[in-house]
């Protein structure tokens, strides 16, 4: 007879019911073969030979060993109770008895089904129910319960739940005594997370009178923590709990494939359809915690060619940074400097990760990143990760992952584990990583198109342009200043239809087209923008564009603005005294449509200490917003910010303001002096 045929599938042995105070046998397949019989079943119905079939093992025992009974619990699961029968036992001097048996399937470990069998005498309680005294009634439904339950420890407690009686599995399990475990003593393995939620689903099965199934970590004897589930019954008497009986299995593999399988998928939800690499990064992050660590910070890192670069320090930008609630903010810098001997390097060489276990709060040095040797402290952390996230066969990024305070630290699995989840990632990261890529191409392609604004004396120029965040190629957004020969400052913005490299092409041949035409001659701005729409038209019959073209000159001490509209939102104008308000005149349709009239210009004073703001709708308007509300937005903002710098003016508009994701912003503001100054010469 093989041992897993003498144990249930959650490898619990048959011989648990070895001392109970009622009979208990058990069968295996089909045919019936006994594989088991405790002692107190052979004293009721005499020694039995074990693996022969049931219809041989029974054959002088009525009714109890009717076979078609056997095979009726086999079929369809459903227990049978044969109570207060009378049974004849041939081998002894022959008397009328009576016993209650109850016959109900089971799974054994050897992969068949069996029928387990209880089995007690009645002949002395027989009479009304119940007929077999408190005790042996007790311990039926205990045994009977059982069946129902896969498990490795098995406990029976008091109506409260407390340990009335040894638990050898429990002991096992946990490597406590019985001293150590009785009443509310198994407790004190209890995660101290667990304990609190425990006692509180036991006290409502306890109201509701209902099983009882919970999931819960255990203290091992060499101190790791293993996730245990918890199954028990009530037994109930007159209407009242008068105890419980349960078991316990260890499920920690099956709750670690569980919670595997959530986390991968959750990553792969959560990092689809994103296409920047900080915003695939930061949901992979907010995955991580708090499940798999407390915090995370993710750093970008410089392109190394190859190993010799490593040998010099280098810099990491650290783009993410998710901690759980209740812990320290993180350190300030973003920027952090590792020098070729740390461990933050020696990942990236070896390109596997690594897991660093410390005392709570006080980390080796060499494992601590720059400047986070206070946060470490505080945040009381006792155990770090180093994972490398490899990307096309480059370490593109670093994870940097921690567990503090009180909790278990990270396990080599939870390392895996968080490789495991940066590889499913890694189609989306990919495809981010190439994005950016891309767009820092054609972002540097744009500025090398966008020139610095020029110097004319008594004002301040500035500059922005912030390309899309959903689009890698090159946007049509322009802007250009430049001194002309009279002497005064050209100032004009742009925007072409489209976004890709068409649209930039256009932009970049406009732009140079605007600037000949400007420098031609002398003329009003209306009057540029109409011979440069005649142009559009003949080289760009498919293409639409947005212009503002203005001249800025200082007549008379007075700074004058003489601009034209193509179809572009209008110039801002901020006083120093905080009053912002819109040029309105100088309206034309916009570029690239059949219109060859003339063009209107408009002509104003700028008072002293005034900003003159050109910008792109991309940082007015919103999709689904009335563009109006944007504007409006745009000259609150603006008339806040009258009295700052003009770098902080334009800075902080970019902040500010709520920009679409797939547009470009570009933007020039000028500043006149806050004094009146008469021309030179």
Sequence with gaps: MSTAETQLSGGLTLHIFDSVPVGVAATCGPAHRLVYANHTYRELVGERTRSLPGHEVYSDLRPLGHVSELDQVLRSGHTITLRNVPFEFRGQPWRERYGTASMSRISLASGEDGVLIVITEVTEHLGPEPAFGAVQSRAIQRYQSLLQLDTQAVWVGDRLGRITEPSPGWQRLSGQTFEEYRGNGWLAVVHPDDRAPSEEAAYQASLRQSHLEQIYRVAMPDGTYRHIRSRAVPIIENGEVVEWVGACSDI???????????????????????????????MLSKVIVPTLADGVAIYLLPQFEDDQTLLQPFVAERVVTTNRDGMPPPPLQRTESFEPDSVFAEVIRSRRPARYVFPRGAPPQDVVPTGAAEWFVNAGVNSMA?????????????????ICGSREPMSADDVDLLSRMLDHAHAHLSSALRFQRTQRVALALQHYLLPEPPELPGLEFTARYRPSVSAAEIGGDWYDSFLHPDGSAILTIGDVAGHD??????????????????????????????????????????????????????????????????????????????????????????????????????DTTLPPGSTLLLYTDGLVELPGEDIERGLDRLRRNAAS?????????????????????????????????????????
């Design 386 to 402: 180093l994972v490398p996230v490899l990307v096309d066969g480059v370490v593109a990024a670093m994870v940097d992952a921690t």
């Design 501 to 602: 490299l068409s649209a930039a092409v256009t932009m970049s041949q406009l732009r140079n087209m605007l600037r000949g035409l400007a420098l031609d001659r002398r003329e009003p701005p209306g009057d540029i923008l109409r011979r440069l729409n005649i142009a559009t038209e003949v080289f760009h019959r498919e293409r639409t564009a947005t212009c503002i073209l203005a001249r800025l000159e200082n007549r008379d001490g007075e700074w004058r603005l003489t601009y034209s509209l193509a179809g572009h939102p209008p110039p801002l104008l901020v006083t120093y005294d905080g009053t912002a308000g819109y040029l309105e005149g100088g309206h034309n349709p916009l570029l690239g449509v059949t219109y060859d009239r003339p063009r209107m210009s408009a």
């Design 252 to 282: 920690e593999q099956e709750w670690q494939d569980a919670r595997r399988r959530t986390l991968l998928d959750r990553t792969a939800a959560a990092t689809a359809d994103l296409a920047d690499l900080e915003e695939v990064l930061g």
């Design 641 to 681: 910010l009258s009295r700052v710098t003009l770098d902080v003016f334009a800075d902080e508009l970019l902040k500010r303001m709520p920009a679409a994701q797939k547009d470009d912003i570009a933007m020039i503001a000028v500043r006149v002096p806050s004094t009146v100054t008469q021309p030179s010469g």
